[in-house]
Nanobody, 121 residues
Framework: QVQLVESGGGLVQPGGSLRLSCEAS????????MKWYRQAPGKEREFVAR????????HYADSVKGRFTISRDNAKNTAYLQMNDLKPEDTAVYFC??????????????WGQGTQVTVSS
């Protein structure tokens, strides 16, 4: 089993910044990719950003390009989402999602519990 612990959410004014963290622990054979999603009230969960664990591949939703940066610390099995120039429409619960390969070479995926980000003056 894999556990994902997210942190870093909170209340920030428009134009402000936050950095989210997602630490993976447990029975991880190999991390493959980590993603951030978000879900605003009354809306479906949407993709925000993705980072491939063993290479340089990054991908962002158009709505956050140029403002958000995803990064990783391989030694800590942790991904980060640096969010700058935050807007009220960025208000949502942010979820971490990870895909791993187990020691038995099975592919599994897991979700974090979510962290609230509120952008408001």
């Amino acid at each position: 089993q894999v556990q994902l612990v997210e942190s870093g959410g909170g209340l920030v004014q428009p134009g402000g910044s936050l950095r989210l963290s997602c630490e993976a622990s447990g029975s991880i054979g190999r991390l493959v990719v980590m993603k951030w999603y978000r879900q605003a009230p009354g809306k479906e969960r949407e993709f925000v950003a993705r980072i491939v664990w063993s290479g340089p591949s990054l991908h962002y939703a158009d709505s956050v390009k140029g403002r958000f940066t995803i990064s990783r610390d391989n030694a800590k099995n942790t991904a980060y989402l640096q969010m700058n120039d935050l807007k009220p429409e960025d208000t949502a619960v942010y979820f971490c999602h990870v895909e791993i390969t187990t020691f038995e070479r099975l592919t599994q995926d897991f979700w974090g519990q979510g962290t609230q980000v509120t952008v408001s003056s």
